[in-house]
């Protein structure tokens, strides 16, 4: 049985050993304490040194490892972090050959895969829920939009970064760009647009009947209906999951009734949308699994 190191790193550093596509150790985490910005200030080569000591922490007294899968946010593409905006310091880096070489010095001997994290949580969704043979996609409703799906095609998949509004004062996303469902959706671009108002204080308005917030509200999913339905349109149906702290700001049933406008032609209808839990342990196992599919590739 393969044994892989899983690991992902956003606002803290999760790592953990993952045997037949479960844990297998207790988690590694860094810093122990949630501390928001402890990340963002670390330079690249102190965030390398702090991943080879989790990886080789949740490696400890297992000999044979054979690969490590590490999740980051941004656009990873052939090791390399091509972008990051929640994570500037790391564009350009060669994150797996760096990784690769730190983990030698210390004895360990691996290949390393590095995947965007969206894209960790749809490999972790695929392999906890039985479901590695389906196409699988997953918003991440956060600080910003993610968007992940499996299984690994060679590409680009920005879903977080559509363009779902052609109003040119839409423009608080995080990446600079107009209209996207980020500066809708994201958590950062709530608090922008809403300056007086926390996005928990948005929800709970609408709710209630205020004007504006009730407008936000439709907004919100009208955006999340728009990126999902142009998902469906260039992939086909088949499974959404909706996952990240503001899964709690969901409205089903209005999600769906806004879908069903979008999607109109019959081949595209047998899609469906499912909320779940966002817990570290599955987005370590993906990191894992997509390594272990990425040596078997190789
Ligand atoms: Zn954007």
Excluded at 191 to 196: E, G, I, M, S, V
Excluded at 238 to 263: A, E
Aim: charge should be negative; charged fraction near 25%.
């Amino acid at each position: 049985m393969a044994k892989i190191i899983g690991v992902t790193l956003s606002e803290r550093a999760l790592a953990g050993l993952v045997v037949d596509n479960k844990l297998a150790s207790p988690l590694q985490c860094f810093p122990a304490d949630e501390e928001d910005g402890a990340m963002i200030e670390m330079p690249t080569d102190g965030l390398v040194k702090m991943l080879c000591e989790q990886i080789t922490c949740a490696a400890k007294g297992t000999s044979d490892i054979s690969a490590v899968g590490v999740a980051l946010p941004g656009i990873i593409r052939n090791g390399v972090v091509e972008d990051s905006p929640n994570l500037p310091q790391l564009k350009g880096a060669r994150i797996a050959e760096l990784l690769f070489a730190k983990l030698a010095e210390h004895g360990m001997h691996t290949t390393v895969n590095v995947i965007n994290d969206a894209d960790g949580m749809a490999s972790g969704l695929a392999a906890t829920l039985g479901k590695l043979d389906r196409l699988i996609r997953v918003w991440t409703l956060g600080i910003g939009i993610g968007y992940g799906r499996y299984p690994f095609i060679d590409g680009v998949w920005e879903g977080g970064h559509g363009t779902v509004s052609l109003d040119e004062k839409e423009r608080y996303c995080g990446c600079g760009g107009l209209g996207h469902i980020e500066g809708i959706m994201g958590h950062r671009a709530m608090r922008l647009r809403f300056l007086d108002m926390e996005p928990e204080e948005v929800f709970e308005a609408a709710n209630a009947g205020d004007k504006r917030c009730l407008e936000f509200k439709k907004l919100w999913h009208r955006a999340l209906a728009a990126a999902t339905a142009t998902e469906i349109h260039q992939e086909g149906a088949g499974k959404f999951f909706l996952t990240g702290f503001n899964v709690r700001f969901v409205d089903l049933p209005l999600l769906r009734d806004y879908l069903q406008q979008m999607v109109k032609m019959s081949p595209l209808q047998s899609y469906s949308v499912e909320i779940v839990k966002d817990d570290a342990e599955t987005r370590v196992i993906g990191s894992a699994v997509a390594a272990e599919q990425a040596a078997n590739r190789a």
